[in-house]
C-alpha cells in the first residue's frame, strides 16, 4: 500500500459527527425523565463476555424536526472495559434505529438513548463468563473526535479472554477501507468494501494496544483492528469505526 494511500484513509478518519440539535422543542417535557418518545430495548438481557449486545429503538418522529439527528447511545460498563461512554446511532425515515456493542468484559452494563434532550428507559445487561477459553474480544476507539489536516487520530483498544482478561503479546492488524461520501450510516458496507491492511501492533502485557494515524486531507475511511487467531485463542474483529474529515 502506498504512503498516500495510507495517509487519505488516516486522514479520513474522523468520529460520526455529533447530533446537531433538532428544531423540535418542547417545554412541558421534563427531560431528565425517561419518556416513551424515545424506546430502547434488546432481544437479551443476559450475554457472554465477547459477545455482541444488539440495540434497536424507536424515535418517536415528532422529534425529527426539519431534518433527523443522531442518536446517543449512552453505555455505563463495568470497571476495566475500554468501551467508550457514549456511541451514536442513526435513526432511519421511520425513526427506528440500530446499534451494537462487545460485551470486553464482565459485569453489569446498562445502556441509554438519548435524542434532543429526551432520554429513554434505561437497559440492563448481565454480561458472564462463557464456558469457551478461547473466545476472544476485541475493542476500538479513536481520538479526537473530530479530527482537522494535519492532527494525528489516536486509536486504542483492548483483547480479551472470554473471562474479560487481558490477553498479552498478540499482534493485532489495523485496516482501512474507503467509502462514498455521504454513506457513514453504513449504505457502503454488505460486502461492498475492500479492506486493506494499514499496519500491526502488539498488544502489552494488560492485552492493550494502540497506533496512531495522520490526517492529511479530507475525506471518509473506515477503519476496524483484526486479531487472526492461533492454537490459544479464537479469531475477533472490533467494530468498524466510521471516520470522515471535513475541508
Same mark, same amino acid.
Given at each position: 500500500?502506498?504512503?498516500?494511500?495510507?495517509?487519505?484513509?488516516?486522514?479520513?478518519?474522523?468520529?460520526?459527527?455529533?447530533?446537531?440539535?433538532?428544531?423540535?422543542? *418542547? *417545554?412541558?417535557?421534563?427531560?431528565?425523565?425517561?419518556?416513551?418518545?424515545?424506546?430502547?430495548?434488546?432481544?437479551?438481557?443476559?450475554?457472554?463476555?465477547?459477545?455482541?449486545? =444488539?440495540?434497536?429503538?424507536?424515535?418517536?418522529?415528532?422529534? @425529527?424536526?426539519?431534518?433527523?439527528?443522531?442518536?446517543?447511545?449512552?453505555?455505563?460498563?463495568?470497571?476495566?472495559?475500554?468501551?467508550?461512554?457514549?456511541?451514536?446511532?442513526?435513526?432511519?425515515?421511520?425513526?427506528?434505529?440500530?446499534?451494537?456493542?462487545?460485551?470486553?468484559?464482565?459485569?453489569?452494563?446498562?445502556?441509554?438513548?438519548?435524542?434532543?434532550?429526551?432520554? %429513554?428507559?434505561?437497559?440492563?445487561?448481565?454480561?458472564?463468563?462463557?464456558?469457551?477459553?478461547?473466545?476472544?474480544?476485541?475493542?476500538?476507539?479513536?481520538?479526537?473526535?473530530?479530527?482537522?489536516?494535519?492532527?494525528?487520530? %489516536?486509536?486504542?483498544?483492548?483483547?480479551?479472554?472470554?473471562?474479560?482478561?487481558?490477553?498479552?503479546?498478540?499482534?493485532?492488524? =489495523?485496516?482501512?477501507?474507503?467509502?462514498?461520501?455521504?454513506?457513514?450510516?453504513?449504505?457502503?458496507?454488505?460486502?461492498?468494501?475492500?479492506?486493506?491492511?494499514?499496519?500491526?501492533?502488539?498488544? *502489552?502485557?494488560?492485552?492493550?494496544?494502540?497506533?496512531?494515524?495522520?490526517?492529511?486531507?479530507?475525506?471518509?475511511?473506515?477503519?476496524?483492528? @483484526? @486479531?487472526?487467531?492461533?492454537?490459544? =485463542?479464537?479469531?475477533?474483529?472490533?467494530?468498524?469505526?466510521?471516520?470522515?474529515? =471535513?475541508?
Amino acid at each position: 500500500m502506498s504512503i498516500k494511500y495510507c495517509l487519505f484513509i488516516l486522514v479520513c478518519t474522523g468520529f460520526l459527527l455529533l447530533p446537531h440539535v433538532s428544531a423540535y422543542q *418542547d *417545554d412541558s417535557l421534563d427531560n431528565s425523565i425517561p419518556s416513551d418518545l424515545v424506546i430502547l430495548q434488546t432481544p437479551l438481557d443476559e450475554v457472554i463476555i465477547g459477545d455482541k449486545v =444488539y440495540l434497536s429503538g424507536q424515535v418517536d418522529r415528532s422529534l @425529527f424536526g426539519t431534518q433527523p439527528s443522531d442518536v446517543i447511545i449512552l453505555i455505563s460498563a463495568p470497571k476495566g472495559s475500554h468501551t467508550d461512554t457514549f456511541m451514536l446511532a442513526k435513526p432511519v425515515s421511520n425513526g427506528s434505529f440500530r446499534y451494537n456493542q462487545v460485551a470486553d468484559v464482565g459485569g453489569d452494563w446498562s445502556f441509554e438513548a438519548l435524542y434532543n434532550g429526551i432520554y %429513554s428507559e434505561k437497559v440492563y445487561i448481565s454480561v458472564v463468563p462463557g464456558d469457551e477459553p478461547k473466545k476472544t474480544a476485541l475493542t476500538l476507539s479513536g481520538w479526537p473526535t473530530f479530527p482537522k489536516i494535519g492532527d494525528y487520530v %489516536s486509536f486504542k483498544g483492548r483483547l480479551t479472554d472470554s473471562e474479560g482478561k487481558g490477553i498479552s503479546f498478540k499482534e493485532i492488524t =489495523y485496516r482501512l477501507a474507503s467509502s462514498p461520501v455521504g454513506c457513514l450510516g453504513g449504505c457502503a458496507f454488505g460486502g461492498m468494501l475492500e479492506w486493506r491492511d494499514a499496519g500491526s501492533v502488539t498488544t *502489552d502485557i494488560n492485552g492493550e494496544y494502540s497506533f496512531s494515524l495522520p490526517v492529511v486531507e479530507s475525506g471518509s475511511v473506515q477503519i476496524e483492528a @483484526f @486479531f487472526p487467531g492461533d492454537e490459544g =485463542y479464537s479469531m475477533t474483529s472490533s467494530k468498524a469505526l466510521k471516520l470522515t474529515v =471535513y475541508e
